[in-house]
């Protein structure tokens, strides 16, 4: 989520972790000028299975940035990260960790989710599940 004419604007992207970082890549445009900026934006990813009705969501804030170091490029390289959108995206973005919030939402089944009331079935995840699910997408 980054910011234009001062109103939020979000845009799905295609993304990896690494060192507890968000990195997706870019096409010249709205996020890839914020990451030109070293803008603070906002990355949310969610996972919802709605027959069993739970999921989680992750909440990344922090500072974009265009990743040109040689060294971070190359590492950013190998990364199992493959664009679903026509069109090459030849920049690595970067976002660092800075905050990072999560819920996780049991099912009204679970034995847990009574314990905290129908409004506080949740529970915090980890950036290691966010790693998990980036691993765990085609």
């Not at 920049?91 to 009204?108: A, K, N």
Request: glycine letters at 6%; hydrophobic letters at 45%.
């Amino acid at each position: 989520v980054v910011s234009v004419k001062a109103l939020p604007a979000a845009f799905p992207v295609n993304f990896a972790v690494l060192d507890d970082d968000i990195v997706f890549r870019s096409s010249p445009g709205t996020k890839l000028s914020a990451a030109l900026e070293q803008a603070v934006v906002g990355f949310e990813v969610d996972r919802i299975d709605p027959f069993f009705e739970c999921g989680w969501s992750v909440l990344v804030q922090g500072t974009s940035s265009v990743i040109v170091d040689p060294d971070e490029l190359e590492r950013a390289r190998r990364l199992p990260l493959r664009p679903w959108a026509p069109g090459e995206r030849r920049h690595y973005v970067r976002i660092r960790s800075e905050l990072v919030s999560g819920r996780r939402f049991l099912p009204r089944s679970h034995p847990l989710a009574s314990a905290f009331g129908a409004e506080e079935g949740a529970e915090v995840v980890s950036m290691e599940a966010l790693a998990g699910a980036a691993r765990a997408r085609p």
